[in-house]
């Protein structure tokens, strides 16, 4: 069976000099991935906007006063992938390699869009462009028709004790 979910989060871009992205550390119940020399992506619960861009904004702007930071939450649309089904659905959706290190983070394609990839020991999480939303729902239901597709309510991102991020 697999079970597929809406995943409600919080996602913080962080455009900065190189050496001022290289800074930032874990913030306390976010995960930060280096995503670009000078890009980081910061993704937590729903509920951790306020705080997370408050803290980004103390540990960067001294740092780089000509940084960005971008709250872009409602440009994301996520998906959460669990059950005995879901290695073999994240399977027919990308060609990434889950690998057998979890928790994990990679970006590639899934469902032929661009996204960013939480493997944890139980779920997978991906997140794409809102504007693809509805199109990556139906190659999800399609992709993975036989696999006995169940939609749950949404669940909220959680960050995973030791993230590791594939290049």
Do not use: N
Not at 1 to 10: D, H, I, N, Y
Not at 53 to 59: K, N, R
Not at 116 to 127: C, H
């Amino acid at each position: 069976m697999l079970e597929v979910a809406r995943v409600r989060s919080t996602l913080i871009h962080c455009l900065a000099a190189e050496e001022t992205v290289g800074q930032i550390s874990q913030l306390a119940g976010v995960f930060a991935a280096r995503i670009a020399p000078d890009e980081t992506l910061v993704v937590g619960p729903p509920d951790a906007a306020a705080a997370t861009l408050e803290q980004l904004i103390g540990i960067v702007r001294p740092l780089d006063s000509t940084c960005l930071i971008l709250d872009q939450s409602a440009g994301y649309a996520g998906f959460c992938l669990s059950g005995d089904s879901e290695t073999a659905a994240f399977a027919r959706l990308s060609q990434l390699p889950l690998g057998e290190r979890r928790p994990v983070f990679m970006q590639g394609l899934v469902a032929r869009a661009s996204a960013k990839v939480f493997a944890a020991d139980d779920s997978i999480m991906f997140f794409v462009s809102s504007v693809v939303d509805h199109v990556v729902a139906d190659r999800i239901m399609t992709a993975c028709a036989e696999l006995d597709v169940t939609w749950r309510p949404a669940v909220d991102f959680a960050v995973a004790a030791r993230w590791t991020v594939e290049r």
